[in-house]
């Protein structure tokens, strides 16, 4: 049995929630070399596929924080940890895991200047991150009309409710993060109908740092009380929801299961990447073309958004 395995077999995982400044994030030369060390080959060629420097240290972000949550939290060494994606593209872990963290699950996400993850022990998670910005190529109007089929009448009418056009879309994107905190969580992606999923937003005023647990789905017309949905501002342009759910399971994992959803919602704590390598073994050489290759990035994307999956 390996170290990492005996010390699971008498320990207790809470959720937690993490989240990294990647867009204010300037990396040195000796960062950018010393992130591309503690990835996976592949991490690094899909990492260096990206056009746009944001993109990049997005991804970078992303991949940093799951490794530092499987290696201090499971206790498996970082460059043991082997990591793949399904054919969604959800991260997850290849190393096997205990059965007394029976449904240990984790989720990502990055958007405008944040990536930030989720994870619990014993509860499905999916989590989704927007910034609220005004539409880089059309009206506000024009873009609601385009994407008028991705909400429910309810929704819309909570949307423009909202009160003037940047209210309406902080609200747009704070029902855009609910529906894909949701479908991560789920595994689903493209092909669901967002129609079927109706949010009823609660508090519909927020303030940056709150956690609220309010917020009701509806899935095909019907209350579904098994999912609980964390909602955060982390700050004034940046919404985050995490979706949680109940997985089948019974026996002597289901008060435990009951608990972890009804206890408090964790806050976000916002990493630094001294943070983020604190516990990083390298497994790679240095390669300067790492850098190279990140320095001939473009330094901004285009004003554009994600499409709901």
Not at 125 to 147: L, Q
């Amino acid at each position: 049995m390996r170290p990492w395995k005996a010390a699971l077999s008498h320990r207790r995982m809470e959720g937690l929630r993490w989240a990294f400044g990647c867009g204010s994030w300037r990396p040195t030369r000796s960062e950018w070399l010393l992130a591309a060390r503690c990835v996976q080959a592949e991490e690094r060629a899909r990492i260096g596929a990206f056009v746009f420097a944001r993109d990049a240290k997005a991804a970078m972000g992303g991949r940093l924080l799951i490794r530092k949550l499987i290696a201090e939290k499971l206790k498996i060494p970082w460059n043991e940890i082997q990591l793949a994606r399904t054919t969604k593209g959800k991260p997850y872990l290849v190393n096997p895991v205990l059965t007394t963290i029976p449904n240990f699950n984790f989720n990502i996400s990055h958007h405008g200047d944040y990536a930030v993850l989720a994870a619990e022990p014993n509860l499905q998670v999916g989590v989704d991150i927007v910034k609220t910005d005004f539409p880089g190529s059309s009206s506000v109007a024009e873009f609601f009309r385009i994407m008028n089929r991705q909400f429910t009448d309810y929704e819309w009418k909570t949307i423009k409710m909202a009160g003037d056009e940047w209210a309406q879309l902080d609200m747009f994107y704070r029902h855009w993060a609910l529906k894909e905190s949701f479908i991560k969580a789920i595994g689903i992606g493209v092909g669901f109908n967002l129609q079927r999923i109706e949010f009823h937003a609660s508090p519909l005023h927020m303030q940056t740092g709150q956690v609220s647990k309010e917020t009701m789905m509806f899935l095909d017309g019907d209350q579904e009380e098994a999912w609980t949905f964390e909602e955060t501002i982390l700050d004034d342009n940046h919404h985050v929801a995490v979706a949680l759910g109940k997985p089948d399971m019974f026996g002597k994992y289901a008060l435990q299961v009951q608990e972890d959803i009804s206890q408090e919602a964790p806050q976000f704590t916002l990493l630094s990447f001294k943070d983020l390598i604190s516990s990083a073994i390298a497994m790679a050489p240095e390669d300067h073309v790492h850098w190279e290759n990140f320095q001939a990035k473009h330094k901004k994307a285009s004003r554009q958004h994600r499409m709901p999956v």
